[in-house]
């Protein structure tokens, strides 16, 4: 019996069992629903993929769910339905609501439950949410062969997963990094894409970004999901060359661009057969073979690996051992390099070791010092074979890098060379230790523009100067910046001190506004309610993400506020900010309007209104430049422009009297003509009885 026939059958049991245990008047059979089910997009509408759960419920309760099998359809008549409710005791009232939900999402549509109902019920459901993806981690970090294979994850809950891609960037030193890459779509999971570093070798960061069926994609990650770097390329090998040459010995050196190892594979012919060297990192490659016949011809070519095993090897080269022994000597050093700070030493063992009974006084000398480094040697000379310590002693200003030092031996009529590879490290400044608290409340700490978090906050610094600055709150003014300046091993603690608003000055509050990113250039405006500043329009210095504002106005002047506003103030107001800082403001226009009444009861010139800002480090007013742009019958508009947002104050200077533009002669006219009027009058009034 096949699926849907095994569904069917259990169904007309359910119905005979409950049809025998329930009198037909009660209706309590359930309901049998199917059809299909649309997720409704921003672009498209799709049927829901497999796998996906339609639950109905009734007063909050689920009572039934089923499985979609095939896209976009859910039961299978007459063998499968979404039977409601599930379980026989479940009773629902005849004229009941049901709603449904799909992968946990509210169906746009409801039906009316009636008992016994076999009906065809299609569903559509809205998808807003976009998919989320994540590239999994690279391992190993370090890659030495192209292409490789990179995984990603990505999830969707409603229409499934369309496509899935890889963006990357590249960095030549892990410091300046290019721009954000698309390398290629994936539309069919598993996830994964072949990676051919498009770049070459250096250091890449990776992300990923999903788009599910119906249109909703992705946004970015504010970081990256993955990184790896990539090493393809082998050292260079240059210079090779045999020296030293002897009846029984030779000494093979060579360079490299990079540190790499050192093998040399000699013998009589080019399938060699014999191998010297070691494993240790340099740029200078000195190998010394020994036991070699008389007056032989050898073949030779050497071999250098990188850290990472990326390897090279040089052409072949042919050397002939001399027949008639000669004496000699061979110059080595070991180790042949060492790390020291500025202002620091270290040394080394050289060994003169005699060839063919070599047997003069030999001198050793160094050269290729970096400025202010010495070098000595104990001994000095010697007779063949010996040993000597080389002392290497560098200065504060020793340059910092790495310095091939060339060890000289000289006797006998013979100079031979061996080279030390010095590495000198700058010496790092002590750290200071910077605590940065807030009172009474807990707030956002800043140093330098950069966020630290929720005070407190402690961090070591390098010595130098700091300014400190604070979050906004709303109830609260927010401190003003601190400047402080950090020594080696100093330990130093700014707390910031927020001053409460009295509740009884807040005469209102807009709601908090978001403001969308913004790159470098841009500018949005946010409409403000409630207050008497309507509109603020921001454009960015720099980037602007997760940022709000919200304004506070106030009735008169908060206490902590020592100086008033220039003038007359009409409102105080707060403009509170999260997530943005005065550095990333270029610019502020600020619209606001002022009561005509007010204007008129404090004889206000509506030419001084203007927008002053509280500047909380000097405790001062700048006044904003300020312009009328307009009225209506109850108010007057204007636009400033500010730097920042901070306590703004409105205010305005009473009207002036103007000076009596009249001289003396023309107010003797006036007196004469007034003089004239009264004569006349008289002069027609009735005579008194």
Not at 32 to 40: D, F, I, K
Not at 64 to 87: A, C, D, F, T
């Amino acid at each position: 019996m096949g699926r849907g026939s095994k569904i069917g059958f259990g169904l007309t049991l359910c119905v005979i069992a409950l049809a025998i245990a329930v009198p037909a008047t009660a209706q309590e059979l359930p309901a049998l629903y199917y059809g299909s089910v649309q997720v409704v997009g921003p672009e498209r509408t799709v049927g829901v993929p497999p796998g996906s759960v339609i639950a109905a419920f009734f007063n909050g309760d689920e009572r039934g769910s089923i499985e979609v099998v095939q896209r976009g359809v859910y039961g299978n008549p007459p063998h499968e339905y979404l039977v409601v409710p599930k379980r026989v005791e479940d009773h629902i009232p005849d004229g009941s609501v049901i709603r449904f939900r799909v992968n946990g999402f509210w169906a746009n549509e409801t039906v009316v439950f009636q008992s016994g109902d076999v009906r065809e019920v299609n569903l559509t459901v809205n998808d807003s949410v976009a998919p989320a993806s994540s590239v999994g981690a690279i391992s190993p970090y370090w890659r030495t062969s192209v292409p490789f294979t990179i995984n990603a994850t990505a999830s969707d809950a409603l229409s499934g997963v369309a496509r899935v891609t890889l963006w990357y960037r590249h960095s030549a030193d892990n410091s300046g990094w290019g721009s954000w890459t698309l390398f290629e779509n994936d539309t069919a999971g598993p996830w994964s894409w072949t990676f051919t570093a498009p770049e070459g070798d250096g250091f890449y960061q990776f992300y990923s970004t999903a788009r599910d069926d119906v249109g909703n994609e992705e946004s970015p990650p504010p970081v990256a999901d993955a990184a790896c770097a990539v090493d393809t390329t082998p050292p260079v090998i240059a210079s090779v060359e045999a020296s030293g040459i002897s009846s029984s010995s030779a000494v093979i050196t060579w360079t490299t661009n990079e540190n790499a190892t050192s093998v040399v594979e000699y013998g009589t012919t080019t399938g060699y057969g014999l191998t010297r060297g070691d494993n240790a990192l340099v740029v200078s490659h000195t190998v010394i073979l020994t036991g070699l016949s008389p007056a032989t011809t050898y073949h030779y070519r050497v071999r250098s690996a990188d850290a990472l095993g990326n390897e090279n090897v040089s052409a072949d080269r042919t050397f002939t051992t001399s027949a008639i022994p000669v004496p000699d000597f061979t110059i080595s050093v070991s180790p042949r390099s060492g790390s020291v700070m500025q202002g620091g030493s270290t040394s080394a063992t050289v060994s003169v070791t005699s060839v063919d009974g070599f047997s003069s006084a030999v001198s050793l000398s160094a050269s290729g010092l970096p400025s202010g480094a010495t070098a000595t040697f104990s001994p000095p000379s010697g007779t063949p074979s010996f040993t000597s310590t080389i002392a290497i002693t560098t200065v504060s200003t020793t340059p910092a890098g790495t310095h091939a030092i060339t060890i000289t031996g000289t006797g006998g009529g013979k100079i031979r060379s061996t080279t030390f590879t010095l590495t000198v490290e700058a010496v790092v400044p002590r750290k200071a230790m910077l605590t940065v608290d807030t009172a009474p409340i807990k707030g956002r700490v800043y140093v330098d523009g950069s966020l630290w978090g929720i005070a407190p906050q402690m961090r070591q610094l390098d010595p130098g100067t700091y300014t400190v600055t604070f979050g906004d709150y709303l109830g609260y003014l927010t401190p003003s910046p601190q400047v402080v300046t950090l020594a080696e091993d100093e330990s130093r603690t700014v707390t910031g001190v927020y001053a409460a608003v009295p509740v009884g000055i807040v005469e209102n509050q807009s709601p908090t506004y978001d403001i969308p990113p913004l790159g470098r250039g841009e500018n949005a405006t946010v409409c403000v309610e409630n207050t008497v500043i309507s509109e603020i329009t921001l454009e960015a210095e720099s980037d602007i993400s997760g940022a709000s504002i919200t304004v506070q106005q106030f009735t008169e002047r908060p206490a902590s506020i020592a100086i008033a506003a220039p003038g007359a103030a009409y409102r105080y107001l707060n403009v509170v900010v999260e997530n943005l800082t005065d550095a990333q403001i270029r610019s502020v226009t600020i619209l606001f309007s002022v009561e005509k009444s007010w204007m008129a009861a404090n004889s206000i010139d509506i030419s001084t209104i203007t927008l002053n800002r509280y500047d909380a480090v000097t405790s001062t007013w700048t006044s904003l430049p300020t312009i009328f742009v307009g009225e209506d019958e109850e108010r007057a508009y204007f636009l400033a422009v500010s730097p920042g947002l901070s306590l703004f104050a409105i205010s305005g200077e009473p009207v002036r009297p103007r000076p009596f533009p009249w001289g003396p002669a023309v107010m003797a006219v006036i007196v004469f003509i007034a003089v004239a009027v009264i004569l006349a009058v008289l002069r027609r009034a009735p005579p008194r009885e």
